[in-house]
Structure formats: structure tokens, C-alpha cells
């Protein structure tokens, strides 16, 4: 099965800095990788994803950029808010199996004001 | 759109009670749901997934006769965690991905219930 390596475990940034947290996977049939924030008590809450058939993709402060041969995929916050802190989630699925996604073991990102 | 809303969000109970929780997809139709089990500080953990009008596939290691799993529509799933134990305490999240071809979907999550057994 999918095996999802997530990395570092936390992540302290200044505000305004950039952020970046990195994840690979082992199953070379895996072609869709989302990221989720979740926020204490809270459900994870999907902030990006990325398909197989492109290497990036961007949304305003946040990218992901996506390695098939190295099979690593990495998020990338650009000018960080003490709102952005919070545990984010990278997963990995193949498509074709009822979307069942296999997570990351999550990144406490804190930005420090 | 795609709003999952999972109820309740926090259950205490006696131990032996059974106690279930509704994940509802709010503006979507959703084929699929899934239920994971994520402990403090810890991944999500895949239970289960539930598939409208027909049984649940369980994963490895997770009794289907302890979480009994019932998707009756095609915007409402259910968990019912029977005769609950103190080591059953912990929070449930629910997720939905919208009906459509099949690989274009994202999962959506519910806001979770935090389950405390006594």
C-alpha cells in the first residue's frame, strides 16, 4: 500500500517569512495530492491540491510543487501570517481507489508575530 | 459549496452506552464517505469507508461490529460506536467527496466529534 513520509514534524517561522514542508510517497500509481490545514479541534480543511499531469500549481500565498520521479511533493506558504499557524496534512491517493487518501504524520507550522 | 457538517461535536457518555454520530453533506451528493479516528498530536487513521446503499469496507483492525457504519442516503452517513469504552474515547472525523467521474473529487471534511468515554 501508500506510504506517505511527512517533513519536519514542526516548523517555527516569522511572520512574513516562507514556510515550506515536504512529503513523499511510494506508490508510483498515486496521482492526486492534496494538503489540508486543520486548526485545534477542528476538521482538516483543504487548501490545495495537485494532479500528477502538472509540477505546480499556486493559489495567492500558497503553491505545491509536485516531483513524480522523485515522487516528493512539497507546500510552500509564502509571506506568513500568524494565522496560518496550525497542523497541515499531506496526502496521497491513486484515483482509481475510491479516493482513499493515505496522510502524512502532519507539520505544526507556528508563526511567531 | 462542498459543506460537510458532522454532528455532534463533542459526546461525553458512560462507559457500556452506544453513541452515534451523523456526517452530513450539506450541498453536494456524495457517493463515498469516508470515517477516520485521529488520537492527540497524531495522523488521521482510515476506519472505514461507507458506500451509499451498500455495506461498509472496514479497514485492518477495526471491529465492523464495534463501529457499525450506515450511509441510508446519498447525503447522510452514520457511526455508531456500540458499548463504548473509556479506550474508545477520541475524535471522530467524517469526510465526503462530492458525486461526479470519479477522479476529479476532493475530500471534504466534517468538523469532527471529540468522544469521551467515562
Known amino acids: 500500500g501508500e506510504n506517505v513520509e511527512q517533513h519536519p514534524s514542526t516548523l517555527s517561522v516569522q511572520e512574513g517569512d516562507s514556510a515550506v514542508i515536504k512529503c513523499t510517497y511510494s506508490?508510483?500509481?498515486?496521482?492526486?495530492f492534496p494538503w489540508y490545514k486543520q486548526e485545534l479541534g477542528k476538521g482538516p480543511q483543504l487548501i490545495i491540491d495537485?494532479?500528477?499531469?502538472?509540477g505546480e500549481k499556486k493559489d495567492q500565498r500558497i503553491a505545491v510543487t509536485l516531483n513524480k520521479t522523485a515522487k516528493h511533493f512539497s507546500l510552500h506558504i509564502t509571506e506568513t501570517q500568524p494565522e496560518d499557524s496550525a497542523v497541515y496534512f499531506c496526502?496521497?491517493?491513486?484515483?482509481?481507489?475510491?479516493?482513499?487518501?493515505?496522510f502524512g504524520s502532519g507539520t505544526q507550522l507556528t508563526v511567531l508575530p | 459549496g462542498a459543506v460537510v457538517s458532522q454532528h455532534p461535536s463533542r459526546v461525553i457518555c458512560k462507559s457500556g452506552t452506544s453513541v452515534k454520530i451523523e456526517c452530513r453533506s450539506l450541498?453536494?451528493?456524495?457517493?463515498?464517505m469516508f470515517w477516520y479516528r485521529q488520537f492527540p498530536k497524531q495522523s488521521l487513521m482510515l476506519m472505514a469507508t461507507?458506500?451509499?446503499?451498500?455495506?461498509?469496507?472496514?479497514e485492518q483492525g477495526v471491529e465492523k461490529d464495534k463501529f457499525l457504519i450506515n450511509h441510508a442516503s446519498l447525503t447522510l452517513s452514520t457511526l455508531t460506536v456500540t458499548s463504548a469504552h473509556p479506550e474508545d474515547s477520541s475524535f471522530y472525523i467524517c469526510?465526503?467527496?462530492?458525486?461526479?467521474?470519479?477522479?476529479?473529487?476532493?475530500?471534504?471534511f466534517g468538523d469532527g466529534t471529540r468522544l469521551s468515554i467515562l
Open positions: 469526510s465526503a467527496s462530492r458525486q461526479g467521474s470519479g477522479s476529479n473529487q476532493p475530500q471534504h
Open positions: 506508490d508510483s500509481a498515486s496521482n492526486y
Open positions: 495537485i494532479r500528477s499531469n502538472v
Open positions: 496526502a496521497a491517493c491513486y484515483s482509481g481507489s475510491a479516493r482513499q487518501l493515505t
Open positions: 450541498d453536494f451528493q456524495a457517493t463515498t
Open positions: 461507507s458506500n451509499e446503499g451498500s455495506k461498509a469496507t472496514y
